[in-house]
């Protein structure tokens, strides 16, 4: 019986990134200009919302504090609140682009929590389908998006500032 394979090799990048490396990537892209580049949508005072390079779903968003920590109890209460609020605005703007079934919110913090950039504290916010976990992300460990992460960014680029 022949195995067929799904290559998605731009993640190749992820994987064999040096990881001694002490430069942050959430602080160098909050440093550039907002593009497709740096996949930030949206700057607050205190957080910005960028898409993750790989995501779980169409949509897939982080909420970041500007300031550089790794731990909760190091952001000040207003930062935290800020928090809170960007991602309720993300879950309606992306409510009102994708009609996902529901979301995850949350952080993983520390290697064993999860967390794959451990050095700066960040908030994801995932559109959910039902089914969206199917045999090729469980068995196959690899996600199949609709649309680029490029298409991604401008639409949820375009809607967020429509709203302000």
């Not at 190749?12 to 001694?20: A, I, L, M």
């Not at 928090?83 to 309606?92: D, G, L, N, P, Q």
Request: net charge negative.
């Amino acid at each position: 019986m022949r195995m067929d394979h799904i290559y998605s090799p731009w993640r190749k990048v992820y994987f064999q990134r040096d990881k001694t490396d002490p430069t942050c990537v959430f602080c160098a892209a909050q440093e550039t200009e907002d593009s497709p580049e740096n996949l930030i949508i949206h700057r607050g005072e205190r957080v910005y919302v960028i898409l993750n390079l790989y995501p779980y779903s169409s949509g897939h968003l982080m909420v970041v504090p500007y300031q550089h920590c790794h731990e909760l109890a190091e952001l000040p209460k207003e930062t935290l609140e800020e928090m809170i609020c960007t991602a309720s605005k993300a879950v309606a703007l992306l409510e009102s682009i994708y009609h996902p079934q529901g979301f995850n919110l949350g952080m993983n913090i520390g290697s064993p929590g999860g967390a794959g950039i451990t050095a700066h504290l960040h908030m994801h916010v995932v559109p959910r389908w039902t089914g969206d976990a199917n045999f090729i992300s469980v068995i196959g460990q690899t996600r199949v998006l609709p649309e680029t992460l490029e298409e991604t960014y401008e639409r949820l680029k375009a809607a967020w500032d429509q709203q302000e």
